[in-house]
């Protein structure tokens, strides 16, 4: 498997009291509950696809074997002692990230979806300078289909919406396979939503002036368990998410009426 060197692609990019060309410390953040037959594996796979790239599981309270297989083969990781589904296990992780200096923080999904061979991709406009959070889309330049019809009409909508509300095209506003540069990890350090996070904070960092990129990526099947959002829930999900958007939407806009 090819492995990528910090001193080969990676640079810091400048913060203030920075020297450029310094070797960029990077995390990647996995939340977990519930995937002992995949966490091992995937960290692993990361450590070999990305050399010099951290790995941080955030264990969110899993009930099976998942604990136990970190502390046996002495993964770091977090283990949250209640669920705090996604958006709390994604925030601890970016909280952990600011705390320990990290210059950019990756979003993995711990069910392997996201093949570790393609976060370079996701990196290379961080590190260029060209973006400030990058999300891998599994529909730009229709590199594949992997959705059920439900989910792309979904996404459809909510990329509609989005586009809408900041004037920003996107392609797949449910992606959890993202990057962020340590100026809008702070930002989501503070304010990352716990309901619905990837299309939320997506908005919120486009209205913080932040720029986005997409980049294609090929996702994979999940091989064990069950997606969060499938079937009929996937209309109902996307439903909630647009009235939750629209719902924030209308506080930040009360909110800086004052």
């Given amino acids: 498997?090819?492995?990528?060197?910090?001193?080969d692609i990676y640079h810091k990019q400048p913060r203030k009291g920075?020297?450029?060309?310094?070797?960029?410390?990077?995390?990647?953040?996995?939340?977990?509950?519930?995937?002992?037959?995949?966490i091992v594996q995937l960290a692993e796979r990361i450590r070999h696809a990305v050399e010099g790239v951290d790995v941080l599981v955030v264990n969110d309270h899993s009930t099976d074997q998942t604990e136990h297989l970190l502390r046996q083969q002495g993964i770091n990781h977090l283990a949250l002692s209640v669920n705090l589904g996604i958006g709390g296990a994604v925030q601890s992780g970016f909280k952990y990230a600011l705390a320990e200096g990290y210059d950019i923080a990756l979003q993995v999904d711990g069910d392997g979806q996201h093949p570790p061979e393609?976060?370079?991709?996701?990196?290379q406009p961080l590190l260029s300078g060209e973006a400030d959070f990058v999300c891998g889309s599994r529909?730009?330049?229709?590199?594949q289909n992997v959705s059920s019809r439900s989910r792309r009409l979904g996404g459809g909508l909510l990329a509609a919406l989005i586009r809408l509300l900041t004037g920003q095209r996107v392609s797949d506003p449910t992606s959890g396979f993202r990057a962020y540069n340590h100026q809008a990890l702070a930002v989501?350090?503070?304010?990352?939503?716990?309901?619905?996070?990837?299309?939320?904070?997506?908005?919120?960092?486009?209205m913080h002036g932040f720029r986005l990129r997409e980049v294609p990526v090929q996702m994979v099947e999940r091989q064990h368990g069950r997606s969060s959002i499938?079937?009929?829930?996937?209309?109902?999900?996307?439903?909630?998410?647009?009235?939750?958007?629209l719902i924030a939407r209308i506080r930040r806009t009360k909110h800086y009426a004052y």
């Avoid at 989501?188 to 486009?206: A, K, N, R």
């Fill in 1 to 7: 498997m090819e492995s990528h060197s910090p001193s």
């Fill in 18 to 38: 920075d020297e450029l060309n310094q070797p960029c410390k990077i995390l990647a953040i996995i939340p977990a509950f519930n995937e002992e037959k995949t």
């Fill in 118 to 123: 393609q976060i370079p991709a996701l990196l």
């Fill in 139 to 143: 529909y730009l330049e229709n590199k």
């Fill in 188 to 206: 989501l350090g503070s304010i990352y939503p716990q309901d619905y996070p990837e299309p939320i904070s997506m908005i919120e960092l486009i």
């Fill in 230 to 245: 499938a079937g009929l829930d996937t209309l109902f999900y996307m439903i909630k998410v647009i009235f939750a958007i």
